[in-house]
């Protein structure tokens, strides 16, 4: 059974950081895509960063600068680090993987980020 935890997420100050954690388990997830979206409020859900098998990583235009994804396949776990909270980047984020072995990708529950003003 393919699982993912997220954690991390809580309620910050604007310019604060925070780092989210994803933890996989259930299947190799070394040769899977590992990605961070977010769904604020009223909103769609949206790409935040993802991080390829090998490490390279890309950004969605409104995370590059602020935001980093890392991984450790070592212990199945993919991060992200967010730098300067707004109160725009509250929203419920959510770990996602994907890989060509698999029939669909995987997704966390979420973990709630909320920036105070």
């Known amino acids: 059974q393919v699982q993912l935890v997220e954690s991390g997420g809580g309620l910050v100050q604007a310019g604060g950081s925070l780092t989210l954690t994803c933890v996989a388990s259930?299947?190799?997830?070394?040769?899977?895509?590992m990605a961070w979206y977010r769904q604020a409020p009223g909103k769609e859900r949206e790409l935040v960063a993802f991080?390829?098998?090998?490490?390279?990583?890309d950004y969605a235009d409104s995370a590059k600068g602020r935001f980093t994804i890392s991984r450790d396949d070592a212990e199945n776990t993919v991060y992200l680090q967010i730098n300067g909270l707004k109160p725009e980047d509250t929203a419920v984020y959510y770990c996602?993987?994907?890989?060509?072995?698999?029939?669909?990708?995987?997704w966390g529950q979420g973990t709630q980020v909320t920036v105070s003003s």
């Open positions: 996602n993987a994907d890989s060509w072995t698999w029939d669909k990708p995987f």
């Open positions: 259930g299947s190799d997830f070394s040769r899977a895509t």
């Open positions: 991080v390829r098998s090998g490490g390279r990583a």
